[in-house]
């Protein structure tokens, strides 16, 4: 049913229809290879490059499309609906949450060097905050940069980092000043080829096709230009920039659940029992009302939030609540649909059984739910 | 916070503030005493009338504002700030439930004799469609309308009608040709002091300031020009006009349900449990984070569907979801701020006890969940 | 369907014939009358005490029945089948919460003046710790006793005292060392028609029978033969008595379940939607189904931990637990049976609207279900 | 801490201490070889036939133990300690679900040739009622088996079938009299080497070390003594046995709960974020109550159950009610669990990850929840 919109225009939707016809003809049949292997070929990176795709809210001058914000949530529901976790995450991950770093606050030869490359899809970038000992608390990572002459020596560990195994360089958060806490942050771009790298390949639940490592700096070596913006203000970027990534990972949450809903709604009007189409089935009935009730509501507050985002509002409570809802909301949903598959849901065949074990991690990578309500709580009740 | 809004404009915000003040002065103070006493005085309809809050979406010519939806919608949720769900339903259902049908397809003349004076909050309107033997299935109603010269003679009975004991009129559903099912009902207005007719007040666990009536029918005699609209269509206008009654509750749930975490917001901050406020509680905080998110996620949801619905768009989902999401999150909602009073929250003097009473219909009237999920049902799945 | 039992003997099941004969013929009868009037006939507790029933636990030297356990858990259990909360809470604090601590430590003296009567319903019993400043910190206790010669002189306030307002004694826990925090507590009884006593009778959303009051203390002088057991120990015959408390709270929690999921299955036995009982509805019937396990699965443990408790094991882990999950249950239980009376669920003259105003104060009174969760986090994980 | 116990003798305490620790030496040890070949040894079942577990309840006549049911329930809850839901399904397939039918109405022939060598372990054997098309509907199962001569000849699919890839041998239900739905079902013992049979192992979430296969009949030849008990009986069999397994299928369900917790536990006092060990947050502490709670509560109710079916009693509605309640709550208390790990819940190296997508199938295979509700519905309502 064709909607009106208060924010996609018919330009919008002319997007949607080529993504859509990317992800269905390109994305879709590598399923079972790429999920398999644990890995997607870099070129996928490129091609998707080549389209225009990596560099969608970047300006013109660095390659990117320059478009309006509504482009990237076209995008980003898109991506989720290729049914694959990992792959959308690789993806979103390189471009809404490491090179983004680089293009808001990077030196022009930053840019040049990694934003470039990366917007036409021949580097592949990670971002790396998470250490193997802290997560939720980002003030307390431990890996160090000394600066040493014009390169700063890095030492330590990060670990569950997204592309951190076949990517080709990453947005880190390092301590510059340790004894400082917050104040005593960098972020800097590494190459993950250089010397004193090691990194080993994570073995998850889900989220397959995309590769995730822990990654350990021995005494790397940096040229001091490759860090990003200012000195000791790592900490205030990564900050901002979570609303953003919240958001990217709230509005792939709302389109991962529809899907599921899709691939529910064509086995329910299939599968028999008890000489029915067991979507006949009341009590199977009432629960698909609620699941796509859920779905619906969450939708309509992710964009209120992307909305409100794109007026520059303070949207910290509206993206962690979406962050929140969305991943909690995502969860339920794939587990009412799974159950209506009965013994077909738990062979890797179906996808619904990928977007099971895809959706769990939704709850605890990008911030906890736990970090979520800390974090609403703080802002609704002192 | 001041937020930028697509949908409200700087009048709607002045009207908000108007609406407001009227509710803290003038209806706030009375709580007590309406809902001891179980009535709302005539005279605070008239009150409203005169201050153009009656009229809200009818046209000028019968002495409405001929305002747009959203003045209604701000209406809507300040009229639920008064914190009596009682006094909120009454005002609702005359305005957006009952006379909207001779509005939109009375006479000229019933307009007169009903619609003008219900605006000016001269005559208390009530709207009957549900009947002791049937709620649910609306085809099933059994009062009959018999045509006997130019009066229609009507016998039956219809309960839980809200202003029902001291309304002076009501739009009343009957059976014109009852063996026709929906295609049988006609809508009526008719005098509630006719001659036949019996009321019978009912108790309830809720609402109290809204009276709620058992009205019996016997051999009633109203004239034929009290028809509304077409003979035999009373279906299809109570069907049409059923969106915008559930598009109404859920305004007013998300309102009811923000009020009550005001005030548990503001009994966190001052009640103290083990020598702290208990608002420290991280546990309470973490409920609180959710309660906080399911408002605001509901209200966006809620927006949007409004926004729908002035663009005249088929709404029969999205109302039905508004209406099962936003009253089975009220009830939670006021459930578990109610906890965190402790003891106090079980007593009267606080206004959380009345919202926990008064929530638990949302989920009954005006169309059980239960219904709402076979009409959302039907609509994603058939 | 008649079942083999572990716990429960044939005298036992007489005994619960007798008692359901009981309530069912003198007590449910006056449900309409105590309910309305807020409280309950003096002469009640003496045909109770006549009965024997107020003594179960008790030794006959006492005048109680000496009877093991499990005939005060039928008595609890046929007890809440009254259905209202308040009669149910009135009878089980004077018995079980009140004068357990004068039968536990009481002199000689103080049974033979307080016990004795309470056990022939001649006086009844309530129980005071709470406080309007403190309720779940029982340490935090103002009321202050003050030695003075042969008395104690009681200043200071309680509140949410069941039998409070028509009660004839309370056993009141007063600060006797107030410096000495949870080693200052006293026990002690106190007539309630003593001079400096002032009642406030508090209006509650249910346990309408039960008469609940604010009970002010200003200078009340007791013999200091009123004390109970040892002085500054009272914090300690609390909080042992506290899982006897929660015990009892439990059991009536499951009773009173059961007894709404019986009027509920009437109910779908007779109404008709839509052509049919909606007792045929599948989304209703598997919601029954849920309902129904949950009772069944709560009644076994709430029995176990009897049975733990008659053995007189540590029950602190199990009786906390059956609070918390009993009391929880029975709100989750009451409410999705009230939905399925439709709007007759809202009514008063439905037993299950009274259940679910009386239901809801489960989570709290007598330890909120936030300080059951530390209890046990505190047993489980410290 | 040590518990008074109505069920567990001091023998069952020895008996659990001896298979706690074969379970902990020789099959933990395994897990990663097992899991990621997705089959376990033949040896480890013969080992297991060694030690008498596989013949627990079974007559020494045939090799077995004779033991209590007590025994077998001691047995169950320590294979599910293992963590490995596969390990556990293969073992209690084999002897609580498959070789039970032949105990108890097989000839004396069938014992011989197939309950002696699957009590020693020597033979594997799964259990065949779910075909491609039917799984919840058994009355409508199509494979056939016709009588020819003195053998029945096989035809038809099964699938989702335990032991189905490397067991023996395998107890099928068949339709030996298709037109007879329910009347018309029969069970026999076949050889899974038998010509004609084509097994394909499934790719599953979960349950890694137990192969899980589709297995294909094309006219296979099965001598017309390994019929089980009568013809035409079987589905009156399965019917019967059902409760058993869905106990089985309880009691190992909370055990993993409660194993799940243990880890959690664990990692809670190692784990810190923001300078504490998280299992100082409160609201980590407080859903931790919870899932104890859960866990203890569905355990007294399957324990009650268990006991019950030692006394012959009709559990049909319990045992549905223990399979329902059991799996939905191991379902909820691990995904809960999982959450407190953080980002290492979701890598497969923790158990908890494994133990996430092990129970999700709990609620479908051996019938599902939806079903479970019907039985119960029918029970209670009908
Ligand atoms: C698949 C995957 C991909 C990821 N990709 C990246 C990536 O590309 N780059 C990157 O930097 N990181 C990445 N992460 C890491 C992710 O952001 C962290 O896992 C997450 O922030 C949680 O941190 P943690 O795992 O250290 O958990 P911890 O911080 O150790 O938390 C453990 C538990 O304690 C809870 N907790 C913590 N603090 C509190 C508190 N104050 N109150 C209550 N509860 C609390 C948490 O909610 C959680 O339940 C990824 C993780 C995964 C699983
Ligand atoms: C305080 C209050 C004010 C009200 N005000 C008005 C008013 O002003 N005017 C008016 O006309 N009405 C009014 N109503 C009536 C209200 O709209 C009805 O109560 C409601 O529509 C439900 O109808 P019922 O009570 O007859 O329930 P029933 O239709 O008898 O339903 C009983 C139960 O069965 C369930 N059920 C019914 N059909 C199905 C199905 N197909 N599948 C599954 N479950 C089903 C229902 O959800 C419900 O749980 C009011 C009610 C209340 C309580
Ligand atoms: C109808 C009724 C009858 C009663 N009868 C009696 C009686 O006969 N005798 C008697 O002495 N008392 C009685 N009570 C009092 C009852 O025991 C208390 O209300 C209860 O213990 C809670 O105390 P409070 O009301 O002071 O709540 P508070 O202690 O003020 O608690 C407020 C909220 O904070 C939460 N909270 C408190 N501490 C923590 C914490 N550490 N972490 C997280 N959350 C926390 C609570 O759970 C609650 O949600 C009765 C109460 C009622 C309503
Ligand atoms: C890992 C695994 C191991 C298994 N092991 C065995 C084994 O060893 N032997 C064996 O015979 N089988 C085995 N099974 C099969 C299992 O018993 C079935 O999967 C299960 O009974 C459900 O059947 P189905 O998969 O055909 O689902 P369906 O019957 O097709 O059901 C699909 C959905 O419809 C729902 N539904 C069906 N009927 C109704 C209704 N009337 N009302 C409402 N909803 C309804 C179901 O609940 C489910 O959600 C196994 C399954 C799995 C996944």
Redesign the pocket.
């Known amino acids: 049913m064709k909607r009106s919109s208060l924010y996609f225009t018919e330009d919008h939707a002319l997007f949607r229809q080529s993504v859509r016809q990317f992800i269905d003809q390109e994305i879709v049949p590598q399923t079972e290879e790429w999920e398999t292997k644990r890995r997607i070929p870099h070129s996928i990176f490129r091609r998707m490059g080549d389209l225009g795709y990596l560099g969608l809210p970047f300006s013109e001058e660095y390659g990117g499309a320059g478009a309006d914000f509504w482009f990237s949530v076209v995008f980003l529901e898109e991506l989720a609906r290729c049914g694959m976790g990992g792959f959308a995450?690789a993806v979103s991950?390189h471009e809404y949450?490491a090179i983004n770093h680089i293009a808001k606050a990077g030196s022009t030869d930053l840019k040049q060097r990694y934003l470039v490359p990366a917007i036409k899809g021949e580097k592949i970038a990670?971002?790396?905050?998470?250490e193997p000992d802290?997560?939720?608390?980002v003030s307390a990572i431990r890996t160090s940069a000394r600066l040493d002459g014009d390169e700063y020596v890095i030492s330590g560990a990060?670990t569950?980092?997204?592309?951190?195994t076949y990517g080709d360089f990453i947005t880190l958060a390092v301590k510059t000043k340790p004894e400082a806490g917050t104040n005593g942050i960098s972020l800097m771009v590494v190459d993950l080829e250089s010397a004193g790298i090691s990194r080993t390949k994570l073995n998850?639940m889900g989220?397959h096709s995309s590769d995730?490592a822990e990654i350990r700096f021995d005494e790397v070596r940096v040229p001091a230009t490759n860090l990003i913006g200012m000195q000791h203000m790592g900490f205030y970027y990564l900050m901002e920039s979570l609303q953003l990534e919240r958001l990217v990972a709230a509005v792939m949450a709302v389109s991962g659940a529809e899907l599921a809903l899709e691939w529910t709604l064509n086995y329910l009007h299939e599968r028999e029992a008890f000489g029915r189409k067991i979507g006949m089935f009341q009590a199977i009935r009432h629960k698909i009302a609620d699941v796509a009730t859920e779905i619906e509501v969450a939708r309509q507050f992710v964009y209120h939030t992307c909305w409100l985002f794109t007026q520059g509002e303070v949207v910290v409570k509206e993206c962690s609540m979406a962050k929140l809802h969305t991943s909690e909301m995502q969860k339920r949903v794939v587990d009412t649909c799974l159950q209506f598959f009965g013994g077909y849901g738990y062979i890797e065949d179906y996808p619904i059984c990928r977007a099971y074990r895809d959706a769990r991690?939704g709850t605890?990578?990008?911030?906890?739910?736990?970090?979520m309500r800390?974090i609403i709580a703080k802002v609704v009740m002192d």
Request: hydrophobic share 40%; glycine share 16%; proline share 0%.
């Open positions: 995450t991950v949450m990670a971002l790396g905050i998470t802290t997560g939720s608390d990060k569950f980092i997204s592309n951190g998850k989220w995730t991690v605890i990578a990008g911030g906890t739910s736990e970090i800390e």
